[in-house]
C-alpha cells in the first residue's frame, strides 16, 4: 500500500457484497469518494475480501470503514462505532472472517484504530443497485466519512468528536 502522508495513514475502505443490493453500500460509497479523492486518504474497495485487506490495516493508523449494518433502526439510518473492543468480538469460522476477524490476525501493535459507519439496509437480495432509501443516504455517508478524515488530518485524534461530526451531515 502507498499511504500519501506519514501520519497519520487514514484509509476509508469500502466493505460489503455489491451483488446484493444494500449490502454493498460500502463499495458505492467509495466509488462516490473516489470522484472527488481526498488528499492523503487512501480509498479502497475491499468487498468481502477483507482478508486481501490485511497489509493495507497493518500499514494503516486509522481505517475508516463503511459497510451495511442491521441495527433495527429505520433503513437508510447512518451509525457510527468508533470503539469496538476487537478481542471480544466472536469469529463463528473462517467464512465469517470480516474486518474484525482480519484485525484479530493483526499484532495489537500494527492494528489501526477502526471507524465504521454503518448504514442499516432496506433491502439484501440479488442485484447490483441500491435501494433508493440507502442511495439517499449515500451523500451522507460519503460526507461523514470525508469530515472524519479531515477532521483527523487537523486534530490530535484523541480530541475528536465524532458524533458531532455524524449528526452535521
Known amino acids: 500500500m502507498v499511504f500519501e502522508t506519514e501520519y497519520p495513514k487514514i484509509a476509508i475502505i469500502g466493505l460489503g457484497n455489491e451483488l446484493l443490493t444494500d449490502d454493498g453500500v460500502g463499495v458505492h460509497a467509495v466509488r462516490e469518494l473516489q470522484k472527488e479523492p481526498?488528499?492523503?486518504?487512501?480509498?479502497a474497495e475491499i468487498g468481502t475480501r477483507?482478508?486481501?485487506?490485511?497489509?493495507?490495516?497493518?500499514?494503516?493508523?486509522i481505517v475508516i470503514a463503511i459497510d451495511a449494518v442491521r441495527?433495527?433502526?429505520?433503513?437508510g439510518s447512518v451509525y457510527l462505532f468508533d470503539s469496538i473492543n476487537i478481542e471480544?468480538?466472536?469469529?463463528?469460522s473462517l467464512?465469517?472472517?470480516?474486518?474484525?476477524?482480519?484485525?484479530?490476525?493483526?499484532?495489537?501493535?500494527?492494528?489501526?484504530?477502526?471507524?465504521?459507519?454503518g448504514v442499516e439496509p432496506e433491502i439484501i437480495d440479488y442485484g447490483m443497485e441500491l435501494s433508493e432509501t440507502v442511495r439517499t443516504t449515500l451523500k451522507s455517508v460519503t460526507g461523514a466519512a470525508r469530515k472524519i478524515a479531515e477532521q483527523i488530518?487537523?486534530?490530535?485524534?484523541?480530541?475528536?468528536?465524532?458524533?458531532?461530526?455524524?449528526?452535521?451531515?
Open 95 to 117: 467464512h465469517d472472517l470480516g474486518i474484525i476477524g482480519v484485525l484479530k490476525l493483526i499484532r495489537k501493535d500494527l492494528r489501526p484504530k477502526l471507524i465504521i459507519l
Open 153 to 169: 488530518r487537523k486534530t490530535e485524534l484523541s480530541n475528536i468528536n465524532l458524533d458531532s461530526l455524524c449528526a452535521q451531515n
Open 88 to 92: 471480544t468480538q466472536q469469529q463463528y
Open 50 to 61: 477483507a482478508l486481501n485487506a490485511q497489509q493495507l490495516l497493518e500499514e494503516a493508523d
Open 71 to 75: 441495527a433495527d433502526g429505520p433503513p
Open 38 to 43: 481526498l488528499t492523503g486518504v487512501l480509498l
